[in-house]
């Protein structure tokens, strides 16, 4: 325990304030102690994970931080044929998970190879990249709700798993204690043809960095290289020597709108449909323009999941909802790679649009500062307003 942490030591970023309170639970019998006593003291709490994406005040948190650094990887029993069950503790670090999961031979999660942050997080996020997200491979989570003595099983059904979202993100309090996930065992088909195959490559972008079809299965070591390589072009791995690195990642969601405000778009905007099966209602931005309040259009937004399938012609929508490219609408706003406010130590990242960086020396103010702008930028020029994807803490959008 400390009282001179701050998040800036703590978090991806490199921002954020001083805390209160800092307490680290390394077993799950810690992890529900500590959360009992904090919630005893009446007073605020936040559970920390890898840090990667949270975005925190200058100000700093005045309450009890609960870092959670809980390790284990459990095989269990009673899964299908041709599959693995896994119990994972909340405070495994992602990306060692999936180069394990790699190792064994399990295939399922080696496309989201490279993702900063913990176990515990994944589920809170629904994380997914090049055509994988962890609503595919998701059984249920342990969770300890806010003020209960034991931590309660809960189902993926049970999580409303959307598009970067969940219950979980939409304020169920409590701290998630372990993740159960069900992927492909590969050991037979490795006895056959010498390799374990990964899923069907199911991103266009993925499939021409391997040089093979959608649809192709490929070894699931190739597939995490080939991911983390990718994701390093973009300064989307965690790299001292890369000061792209220091973000959250994407900052922005991509936004999902109506067919009719898809229209609207210039016709080399990219585009892709909403799974037909999905909620078939959003704001209209005429609605919020004439009152609408900003929070229910958000809240809107982050109830709806996306599909990555390739866009198709508007005339063949199978739907009314499509999502938008968030990278292309920043660019084409007229921000580019590297832009930052005069003055400011806070710029877009040289690699990719989407991501926020901290260029040595940044203010938590001056990350929301920019990212404003970029709020404002495209809403004046397309009408769309961008939904961050990190948690804010003791700061506003």
């Known amino acids: 325990m400390t009282d001179a942490t701050t998040f800036s030591e703590l978090t991806t970023l490199r921002v954020g ?14 992890l529900v102690d500590l959360a009992r006593e904090a919630w005893r003291a009446d007073a605020p709490w936040l559970a920390l994970g890898g840090g990667s994406n949270l975005l925190v005040g200058d100000e700093g948190f005045d309450g009890t931080v609960i870092r959670v650094a809980t390790r284990g990887i459990e095989v269990l029993p009673g899964a299908a044929e041709g599959s693995v069950r896994l119990r994972v503790q909340a405070g495994e670090t992602w990306d060692d998970l999936v180069d394990w999961t790699v190792e064994q031979g399990f295939s399922g999660l080696e496309a989201l190879s490279g993702i900063p942050g913990s176990v515990g997080a994944a589920p809170v996020q629904n994380i997914g990249a090049y055509g994988q997200e962890l609503e595919a491979v998701l059984v249920g989570i342990e969770f300890l709700d806010e003020g209960a003595d034991a931590p309660r099983r809960m189902t993926a059904d049970e999580l409303e798993l959307g598009y970067r979202t969940s219950v979980l993100k939409q304020g169920l309090a409590g701290i998630v204690v372990s993740v159960e996930l069900d992927l492909h065992d590969t050991s037979a088909e490795h006895a056959v043809l010498g390799e374990a195959l990964g899923q069907p490559i199911a991103y ?41 690195s220091v973000s959250a990642g994407s900052f922005f969601t991509n936004p999902i709108v109506t067919e009719r405000v898809a229209r609207t778009m210039p016709a080399d905007a990219p585009r892709w449909y909403v799974a037909p099966d999905e909620p078939d209602e959003v704001t209209p931005l005429s609605t ?33 909802l499509v999502k938008l490219s968030a990278a292309w609408l920043i660019e084409q706003s007229g921000i580019r790679r590297g832009f930052a406010l005069p003055g400011s130590r806070a710029a877009i990242s040289s ?21 404003r702008f970029v709020q404002q930028r495209v809403q004046s020029e397309f009408g769309i307003v961008l939904r961050p994807e990190p948690v804010l803490v003791g700061v506003e959008l």
């Open 288 to 320: 919020l323009a004439s009152g609408t309040p900003l929070d229910a259009f958000l809240e809107l937004q982050a109830s709806l999941e996306a599909s990555d399938a390739p866009a198709e012609p508007l005339e063949n929508a199978p739907g009314p």
């Open 17 to 30: 304030g001083p805390i209160a309170r800092l307490v680290t639970a390394t077993t799950q019998r810690d």
């Open 204 to 244: 266009a972008q993925l499939a021409g960095a391997l040089g093979v079809q959608l649809g192709d299965r490929v070894p699931i070591a190739r597939v995490r290289e080939t991911v983390l390589a990718l994701r390093a072009s973009k300064g989307m791995v965690l790299d001292p020597d890369d000061p792209d």
């Open 351 to 371: 690699k990719h649009t989407l991501a926020l960086t901290n260029r040595g020396g940044a203010s938590a103010g001056e990350l929301v500062q920019l990212a």
